[in-house]
């Protein structure tokens, strides 16, 4: 209801703003519409239910979710089931959006849907360069009319990206914007769309050169490869022009998936196997994970048949799963996951316990840490599982509980996994980094207070930048000086090892999200002068602070006697 709200007044705002050009009208075809009279939402009888069978229906839902998604109210959610856009009925904002309905969608319409929003979300800057440039003024491109805008990004995405007939797009996209805005619309997006058929068949698209000082030469990538302008920067700095257009390739092209069998009710890779051969789901066993397939297509045949719901298996990356490996879960473990929800890494962890130790799964969202709870107990693996609700910060301050292994999958950019979260790349901001940065650095000084010593802490993030990585590792060292790099070769292959003994995961390289993670190990004995750095620190799992910690370190017979340099 907040979303239909939020539309409303988006709406408004956007008539009031647009000023001059005509307002979002619904025009509605006589002929094309079939009304029941009902009058409002709760009674059949009041509610105005207008069937139009000429717009194409995954061509309406894809403009709709589009402008959900813009305004924050949807997430471009690659892995939805039957069309419906964040549980709700996608129909339904259809009909409270353009005034009418389509009939339902049916699986080639549900892959369209899913194939049209997501790459014209990508190609988002690069669709609103070609829209803008065949404008006839800049003005009529920044003061278009939202919806005009989706239908016009869908068209250039259909002919320019997807290479449909150019034909029928026009058509279609045509009648889209005549029976939803108004017939002028219509003209509009016809004239513009048969503009861009011309260009394309002579091969003279408009495009930007890549010329110019380095500022200059970024903005044009930012527009060839359709990702923000900071991030084209950032990217170039960190891991130079080639590497950084081959990132953005990756993020543009279609994401592939990797499924985890479960193996907490006891499903095996191998029953995984057959079941895809049984949907005809075309299949790669994972190279690096016992329990892991990937899969390109048809991943909405998996959905549809069940397999998620029955907790037969996870979609998880296995860049994710690789993460888990470097924390290493044994049967009979203690282990803290300090921001755990949804529980990718938590579910995975418990079910390599086999029914043994614990796993406290804490986390600061309670509604995500419900699904969780959920999750676990359809995976048959909450007998292992104990959520706590709260933000580790305070959460550390002030509990005795101690592990030997203790994850913290912090809160970061999500810069790693581009290619599946389209919409990602365009909510992110650059302060947001420096924000993250400040929180990764408190849930890390958190986390450290929960390690007993000789246990492990691992860091990890699903972020490529070394800001958000290695260096919040570095300054975390820095100010711990009790904790050392474990280097993670005995826990992943050797392609993920980086030169300082961190896991990696490059998407350009291994063909899958990129994720970071260090493991840290908790020194056991302390040097008399490192001792004395610390103004609050455990010792052998107790909480020296304030007068407890002054009166040991100048009563305590044990550190009195020591001089700077010896084991204590
Ligand atoms: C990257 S996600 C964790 C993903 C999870 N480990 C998984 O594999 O599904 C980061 C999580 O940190 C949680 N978080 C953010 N700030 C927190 C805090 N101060 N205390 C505890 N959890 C926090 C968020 O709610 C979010 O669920």
Known sequence: MAQVLSLHVFFSAERHKVGPSKPLKRIHNPKTSLS???????????????LNLQVSPHRAVSAV????????GAFADLLNEKGKGSGDNE??????TLGFRTKNLDDRD???????????????????????????????????EPLLLQILRIGFYEIVKLDMPSYAVVDEN?????????PGAGNMVNGILRKLVLLKESNSLPLPKLEGDDRTQARALAILYSHPVWMVRRWTKHLGQEKAIKMMAWNNDDPSFSLRANSGKGVTRADLVMQFNMLKVPHELSLHLDHFVRVKTGLQSIIQAGLLKQGLCAVQDESAGLIVSVVDPQPGDSIIDCCAAPGGKTLYMASQMHGQGMLYAIDINKGRLRILKETAKLHQVDGVITTIPSD?????????LKSDKVLLDAPCSGLGVLSKRADLRWNRRLEDLEELEKLQEELLDAASILVKPGGVLVYST?????????????AFLLRHPEFHIDPVDRYVPPGFVTKRGFYSSDPVKHSMDGAFAARLIRTLSLKHNE???YGDLDVLGVRMVGPLWQWTMSNASDFKNTSPGDAI
Not at 174 to 182: D, E, G, N, P
Request: glycine residues 6%.
């Open 65 to 72: 979710r589009l402008m959900r998604i813009e305004m924050g």
């Open 174 to 182: 045509v009648r889209l914007a005549k029976v939803s805005l108004r």
């Open 91 to 96: 129909m339904g904002y259809v009909e409270r």
């Open 531 to 533: 001792l004395w750095k």
């Open 392 to 400: 580790l910060r305070t959460f550390a301050e002030s509990c005795q």
């Open 36 to 50: 029941t009279h009902r009058k409002g939402p709760q009674s059949p009888m009041r509610k105005t239910q207008k």
């Open 110 to 144: 549900l892959r369209l849907v899913t194939d049209i929003v997501g790459g014209t979300i990508r190609w988002r800057r690069y669709l609103d360069y070609l829209i803008g440039s065949l404008c006839h003024d800049d003005k009529a491109f920044r003061n278009m």
């Open 462 to 474: 699903c972020s490529i930048d070394p800001e958000e990585n290695e260096e919040r590792v570095d």
